[in-house]
Nanobody, 121 residues
Framework: QVQLRESGGDLVQAGGSLKLACIGP????????RGWFRQAPGKGREGVAV???????EYADSVKGRFTISRNNANDTVYLQMNSLKPMDTAMYYC???????????????WGQGTQVTVSS
């Protein structure tokens, strides 16, 4: 059973910052892409940022310029630095392992359990 373990979610005021981390194998049955997805109550799961093993990156338009995804292949960790947080960023954030540089959750084959991010106004 592949495990992706997230950490770093918290309650923060608007304008604040958080850094999420996800630990898990860097190569899982060909799924070398790592990403962060989020799901707010009553909404579908949406892609936030995805990074390839070699560093290629894709961001959702809503987070460009505010969020930064990175990965450390030596310790199998992917990070999401979130700055200038807004109430609309409130959601459960999921770490994911997939087979393409895509924000479409259909490419994801493994999910973490999620970590809650709440941004107060």
């Amino acid at each position: 059973q592949v495990q992706l373990r997230e950490s770093g979610g918290d309650l923060v005021q608007a304008g604040g910052s958080l850094k999420l981390a996800c630990i898990g194998p860097g190569y899982i049955h060909g799924n070398t892409y790592r990403g962060w997805f989020r799901q707010a109550p009553g909404k579908g799961r949406e892609g936030v940022a995805v990074i390839g093993y070699g560093g290629s990156i894709e961001y959702a338009d809503s987070v460009k310029g505010r969020f930064t995804i990175s990965r450390n292949n030596a310790n199998d960790t992917v990070y999401l630095q979130m700055n200038s947080l807004k109430p609309m960023d409130t959601a459960m954030y999921y770490c994911a392992a997939g087979s393409a540089l895509s924000l479409n959750p259909n490419w994801v084959h493994y999910w973490g359990q999620g970590t809650q991010v709440t941004v107060s106004s």
